[in-house]
């Protein structure tokens, strides 16, 4: 944050960094059944019946002629086809993305309330850890905005109206680190904030009730925000394990075939690669 308050401490680790299950590819980490090859003119790869011609192909490719961007396109459509009803539909990037992000929210309605359960944890196990602050002056009371948030106010109003730091007033109080992540597991926490787990944990602070702490500065009001007031793509992050693990089950139990033009489909890896690799 500004002014030196709750100022990370360093690099939060590349896991927290980024989306388990990205928007333009759904990642899954399981082993796969093996698939076989299609060469069949025109098709590069089918899934669940599905086929995908080569004009399509370079259209999710950005009608790059690269090896590796044509396997990463391909891959894309393949993890997005193995959980679609709809590929049959994809002609481009955008309806590719669009899919994508359909079948992430649809799976995130059916985990969300083993993510919710996992989240509530907080400090006690949660697998992660998503924080909101408000930097106060000494003219305001912790315990006045406590009574605020209490009475009814949101967090969001109150860090807009009172938080002497403008990045936190901008944002609703909302706590992100350099790379703009907003959501942290345990380790990454720790290490972006390593002086707040202690006073969140004097505090008494559980999911979704707000503490008054001290620094050298004067008083914050410190909350763990709560799984409701979380975005959407928040919350998947927050789910990716039990999304991932979803879409594993769906990659697993589709039939996949690659034109050996293009690629194999790697089980392992879920990737397209080579035919000469691995």
């Known amino acids: 944050m500004d002014g030196g308050r709750l100022a990370p401490a360093g690099r939060v680790s590349a896991v927290m960094r980024r989306l388990a299950l990205s928007a333009g590819a759904l990642v899954v980490a399981a082993s796969f059944s093996s698939c076989s090859s299609v ?40 993890q997005v086809a193995s959980a ?8 481009d990037r955008e309806q590719l993305l669009t899919e994508s992000n359909r079948i992430i929210g649809s799976v995130l309605a ?31 009371p912790g315990a006045d905005v406590i009574a605020e948030l209490t009475a009814g106010k949101s967090f969001a109003d109150a860090a807009t109206q009172y938080s002497t730091t403008d990045r936190l007033a901008q944002s609703g109080g909302v706590v992100a680190d350099q790379q703009g992540s ?14 707040i787990r202690g006073v969140l944990t004097e505090a008494g602070a559980s999911v ?43 990659v697993a139990a589709a039939d996949i075939t690659v034109s050996p033009r293009v690629g194999r489909w790697d089980p392992l890896s879920s990737n397209v690669v080579p035919v000469g690799e691995g």
Not at 40 to 53: C, H, K, Y
Not at 84 to 91: C, L, T, V, W, Y
Not at 217 to 243: C, F, M, N, T
Request: charged share 25%.
């Open 39 to 78: 060469d069949r003119g025109d098709t590069v790869a089918e899934v669940n019946g599905v086929e995908l011609s080569r004009h399509t192909l370079a259209a999710l490719a950005n009608d790059s002629s690269a090896g590796g961007d044509v396997r990463a396109a391909l891959t894309a459509w393949v």
């Open 84 to 91: 679609s009803d709809n590929a049959a539909d994809i002609g």
């Open 110 to 140: 059916e985990v969300g309330d083993a993510s919710r359960v996992d989240y509530e944890k907080g400090l006690d196990g949660g697998s992660f850890l998503c924080l909101a602050a408000i930097t106060l002056g000494t003219d305001v």
């Open 182 to 195: 907003t959501c942290f597991d345990q380790a990454a926490f720790d290490a972006a904030f390593p002086q």
């Open 208 to 250: 979704g009730e707000p503490v008054v702490v001290s620094d050298a500065s004067g008083e914050l009001v410190l909350v763990l925000r709560a799984y409701d007031d979380l975005k959407p793509a928040e919350q998947q992050v927050v789910a990716q394990s039990e999304i991932s693990a979803v879409l594993s089950a769906k």
